[in-house]
Structure formats: structure tokens, C-alpha cells
């Protein structure tokens, strides 16, 4: 199977809605480059900026970030914070499930990743992704974090949403209640995400204990 043949995982585009829709073999390096994708979702801009070189990213695919479902990969979980969603095919035919979804239900035997599509971000909203490195090069990060924010008119806070990665086996989101209807200001951001250490256990690895990840 020549799966480089077909050419609906190599297109790169936009709906009439602006939703983007990405294929699954579309190079990390071929979004990057884009300048609307780098303009309207900073959280995936900033994703491919932590990623490395540019010979890294010319040979990592969307579907092969997507599909594996790890929680420390960059680009799922600047996804995750935008709300994207993932389209699949399998033995049982064609489906489209929010990567939040399928990080909990995995796919289904013989599936595969063809795509992921990313709303258009309000007009008042913005997104970042950040991992630390102790040793600031290409690594397994010890925690990586993405989020999106949205506010009125006014200033006040209508959406925010948080994900953290690499500390434990599935992304941990958070959607703050307490920064709804308020504005943000650093304080008010950090206290609104303590309860993330609440979550689950973190787990250790090369990149640093449970403990360190923890603190």
C-alpha cells in the first residue's frame, strides 16, 4: 500500500468557514512555513518552533505527531488546547473524533489517522505552547503546557483552557472556571491552575522523578 499516492493526505487547506484541514502525511515543516497557520494558531507556531531543526521537522508527518496519541509530542498537544479534531478511516469506515476523545477511547483496530481539523480561533482569543528542556536542546521534555484564552470586549475572560503533557500518560486539561467573566492577570491565571497538581500522579522518566515534575 503506497499511501504517498493518495493525494487527500498530502493537501493542506482551508473551508469556506475557516476551519484548517491538514492530511495525515503533510510535513511538520510545510506548517510551519505557512504564514496563516503561524498567524491564526500561535499554539501550533510555537509547537513547531520547540520541535528542533528544520530537517527534523521536514521528516515528521501530521498523522505520524497524531497517531501514536503520546502525550509529550508538541504538536497534539498544542491541538489539544485549540479544541482540534481528528479524522480517521478503518475496516468500519470513515469517522471524525476530537483528539481529546481519542486520547481516552484510542483508535480502533486498523485505523488510521488522514487528517486533523482546526476551528478558526475568535477574534479576541490567543494560544501558546510552551516545554521546558533542563538542558534547553532536543529532548524528552519534562513538562510541556499549551493554552488558549478568550475574552469580550470588555476584557473579561469568556474561554481558557490548559494542557499538560509529558507528566503523565494521557494530557491533563483544565478548563478554569474561575478565570470566566474576570480578567486575567498573572495571579489570577497561576491561582486558577493550581489544581492541576492535583491531578494525576506524574510519572517519571530520563527527563526528570514524579517528584520534580510535580514541583
Known sequence: IALHRIPELHALSWDTRGVLQVGSAVSLETMHR?????????AIADAF???GATRIRGMITVGGSVGPLIGGFDLPLALLALGARVRLAGPNGRRTETLQALFKARLQPGEIVTGIEVDPQAAQSNSSFFKFMPRGVLEIP?????ASVAVDAAGACTHARVVVGAVSFHPIILEPAALVGEPIDPTRARDAVRDIGAGPQPMGDVAGSGAYKSA
Not at 142 to 146: D, I, K
Open 49 to 51: 518552533d520547540a520541535v
Open 34 to 42: 505557512d504564514a496563516r497557520i503561524r498567524r491564526e494558531w500561535p
Open 142 to 146: 519534562t513538562v510541556s503546557t499549551s
